[in-house]
Nanobody, 125 residues
C-alpha cells in the first residue's frame, strides 16, 4: 500500500486548507483511514479517523468542530478539511491506513500498518 499526501502549505490564522491522501496498492475500502500530526519533539497524535465506507468518524478534541474527515472510495482518496486554522495546528500531517479501527484509535503508532510521507502545514501570520 502506498499513501501520497498533498495540500499542505503556509496559511494565516483563521484560514482553511484541505489535505488529500491518495491510496494505492490494495482495495481502499478494506482500510480505516486517518490523519495524524506531529510537531518537533513530540509524538504523533491522531487528528481524525474514518471507517471503511465513511459511516463513522472520530476527532481529537482539539479539532472537533473545525476539521472534517471524509473519503471517496471511487477515487481511493481521503480528505481532511481544516477550517479556522490556529498556530497550534502547525505540524507535519500524516495519512495512515490500517484494516482495524481499534488499532488506529489506540494511539499505538508502531502498530499502524501504513503511513504516508507527511505534508507540512504551517499556520502563521
Amino acid at each position: 500500500v502506498q499513501l501520497v499526501e498533498s495540500g499542505g502549505g503556509l496559511v494565516q490564522p483563521g484560514a482553511a486548507l484541505r489535505l488529500s491522501c491518495r491510496h494505492s496498492g490494495d482495495t481502499f475500502s478494506r482500510y480505516v483511514m486517518a490523519w495524524f500530526r506531529q510537531t518537533p519533539g513530540k509524538e504523533r497524535d491522531i487528528v481524525a479517523a474514518i471507517t471503511y465506507f465513511g459511516g463513522k468518524s472520530h476527532y481529537a478534541d482539539s479539532v472537533t468542530g473545525r476539521f472534517t474527515i471524509s473519503r471517496d472510495n471511487a477515487k481511493n482518496t481521503v480528505y481532511l478539511q481544516m477550517n479556522g486554522l490556529k498556530p497550534e495546528d502547525t505540524a507535519v500531517y500524516y495519512c495512515v491506513a490500517d484494516p482495524v479501527w481499534d488499532t488506529v484509535l489506540s494511539g499505538r503508532t508502531l502498530d499502524i500498518a501504513y503511513w504516508g510521507q507527511g505534508t507540512q502545514v504551517t499556520v502563521s501570520s
